[in-house]
């Protein structure tokens, strides 16, 4: 049954989008004003795959925290015994968010005209990606489509708590260092010059310390626009230059060999390739395809093109430990627990084992970087403001000694 986009009036002349289901425009309409709805605008909802109409994939996108509500919630109505095109009615019904229902019912559009779930969800990449279809489609071809379902939410919401703890444990630093970037500016432009003006009058040569502050203010109160304009080109000309593939791997190499950087980027790496590699095991996917959409959870393509290789030599019939073994890009800990999974056959346990220990020590260490970076932000904010507090009552000491 297609979905329609609507713009209505409600009873207290409230403007109202939303989407409904209907089999014709002229029954989406009677079924609004069933609602109390007097539909103003009514046009074929468009569809978000992928595709001839969409080459870009600008449908309508979830964020996290709804794609876990979304595919909880669908688990929960399919363990309920509902068929699945009921369950995604459900879906759509209880439905506050526009983008939610009309994705809950595009999908089931596809789902009644024979395709499967992980077919209906293609059309929204953006909100699942590839790990997210294959896990499904493996979960409805073992038949255990709920509980996947299930685990799959738990997965997302872990990793949404990981995301927010990053973002949390971030903010105090970035909110230092702009307010660093702000003061110094802004005494810079606005205070050195208006002090500076009582030196006009001296005959002695200002110090050193003090012509490099008064050119510093000048030319931040004359280029500093045009400063701020080159960094932002600067940054926008550095992500064009990084989706290139030979400039990328050049960058996910130097990363990987910075200090306290690295071990960050192995551990997230580590953690998202085991935990996805879990889930798919756990659903029924072969070894081989397992690995190969893992991979694609990889950010680093450095790591990625190891595990690729990998991949190839369990493919030729060695061990998954013995595989990882030789990926630079992973953490010995992993190949170890995978090990240990493969001789006790409880490989998916061992995986999900390892990804939280690799979780906790990006966690470790993301707390030491920021322990680190704060008071070294608070040190440098002081320090820009004592050169320039000395630079100025250097020249106050001297015309005091001569008065």
């Given at each position: 049954m297609p979905a329609y986009d609507y713009l209505a009036l409600?009873?207290?002349?409230?403007?109202?989008?939303?989407?409904?289901?209907?089999?014709?425009?002229?029954?989406?309409?009677?079924?609004?004003?069933?609602?109390?709805?007097?539909?103003?605008?009514?046009?074929?909802?468009?569809?978000?795959?992928?595709?001839?109409?969409?080459?870009?994939?600008?449908?309508?996108?979830?964020?996290?925290?709804?794609?876990?509500?979304?595919?909880?919630?669908?688990?929960?109505?399919?363990?309920?015994?509902?068929?699945?095109?009921?369950?995604?009615?459900?879906?759509?019904?209880?439905?506050?968010?526009?983008?939610?229902?009309?994705?809950?019912?595009?999908?089931?559009?596809?789902?009644?005209?024979?395709?499967?779930?992980?077919?209906?969800?293609?059309?929204?990449?953006?909100?699942?990606?590839?790990?997210?279809?294959?896990?499904?489609?493996?979960?409805?071809?073992?038949?255990?489509?709920?509980?996947?379902?299930?685990?799959?939410?738990?997965?997302?919401?872990?990793?949404?708590?990981?995301?927010?703890?990053?973002?949390?444990?971030?903010?105090?630093?970035?909110?230092?260092?702009?307010?660093?970037?702000?003061?110094?500016?802004?005494?810079?432009?606005?205070?050195?010059?208006?002090?500076?003006?009582?030196?006009?009058?001296?005959?002695?040569?200002?110090?050193?310390?003090?012509?490099?502050?008064?050119?510093?203010?000048?030319?931040?109160?004359?280029?500093?626009?045009?400063?701020?304009?080159?960094?932002?080109?600067?940054?926008?000309?550095l992500r064009l230059l990084l989706r290139r593939p030979r400039i990328r791997l050049a960058a996910d190499r130097l990363l990987l060999g910075l200090p306290l950087v690295g071990a960050m980027v192995r551990d997230a790496d580590a953690a998202r390739f085991a935990r996805t590699l879990s889930i798919l095991l756990g659903s029924g996917l072969s070894m081989i395809e397992a690995l190969r959409i893992a991979a694609a959870a990889v950010t680093n393509r450095v790591t990625r093109a190891a595990v690729d290789g990998a991949i190839e030599r369990v493919r030729e019939g060695a061990a998954l430990s013995q595989g990882l073994a030789r990926v630079d890009g992973f953490p010995p800990l992993l190949a170890h627990l995978v090990a240990n999974g493969e001789q006790s056959g409880e490989l998916p346990r061992m995986l999900d084992s390892s990804a939280e220990a690799h979780e906790r020590g990006m966690q470790a260490r993301l707390a030491v970087a920021m322990g680190l970076a704060e008071p070294l932000l608070i040190l440098l904010m002081g320090a820009l403001v004592l050169v320039i507090v000395i630079a100025i009552l250097l020249p106050i000491f001297d015309m005091n000694r001569l008065g």
């Amino acid at each position: 049954m297609p979905a329609y986009d609507y713009l209505a009036l409600d009873a207290a002349g409230t403007r109202k989008r939303g989407v409904t289901e209907a089999d014709t425009e002229q029954q989406a309409r009677q079924r609004l004003r069933e609602q109390g709805l007097v539909p103003l605008e009514i046009r074929a909802a468009r569809r978000g795959a992928v595709g001839r109409s969409s080459p870009g994939g600008r449908g309508p996108r979830l964020g996290g925290d709804q794609v876990v509500l979304f595919t909880r919630l669908l688990g929960t109505l399919l363990n309920s015994g509902l068929p699945l095109d009921d369950a995604l009615t459900g879906l759509a019904k209880q439905a506050t968010d526009a983008n939610f229902k009309r994705i809950a019912l595009e999908v089931r559009a596809r789902v009644l005209e024979g395709q499967g779930l992980a077919a209906g969800l293609e059309q929204f990449p953006r909100t699942f990606p590839a790990v997210y279809r294959a896990t499904v489609a493996a979960g409805a071809q073992t038949r255990y489509l709920p509980q996947v379902l299930a685990r799959l939410a738990e997965f997302l919401e872990e990793r949404q708590v990981m995301r927010q703890r990053m973002r949390l444990a971030l903010i105090y630093p970035a909110v230092l260092s702009i307010v660093a970037i702000a003061v110094v500016t802004g005494l810079l432009a606005f205070v050195v010059p208006e002090v500076v003006k009582v030196f006009d009058q001296m005959e002695r040569a200002l110090p050193p310390i003090t012509q490099a502050l008064i050119a510093t203010a000048d030319f931040v109160r004359a280029y500093g626009l045009f400063v701020f304009a080159a960094v932002l080109a600067l940054g926008y000309a550095l992500r064009l230059l990084l989706r290139r593939p030979r400039i990328r791997l050049a960058a996910d190499r130097l990363l990987l060999g910075l200090p306290l950087v690295g071990a960050m980027v192995r551990d997230a790496d580590a953690a998202r390739f085991a935990r996805t590699l879990s889930i798919l095991l756990g659903s029924g996917l072969s070894m081989i395809e397992a690995l190969r959409i893992a991979a694609a959870a990889v950010t680093n393509r450095v790591t990625r093109a190891a595990v690729d290789g990998a991949i190839e030599r369990v493919r030729e019939g060695a061990a998954l430990s013995q595989g990882l073994a030789r990926v630079d890009g992973f953490p010995p800990l992993l190949a170890h627990l995978v090990a240990n999974g493969e001789q006790s056959g409880e490989l998916p346990r061992m995986l999900d084992s390892s990804a939280e220990a690799h979780e906790r020590g990006m966690q470790a260490r993301l707390a030491v970087a920021m322990g680190l970076a704060e008071p070294l932000l608070i040190l440098l904010m002081g320090a820009l403001v004592l050169v320039i507090v000395i630079a100025i009552l250097l020249p106050i000491f001297d015309m005091n000694r001569l008065g």
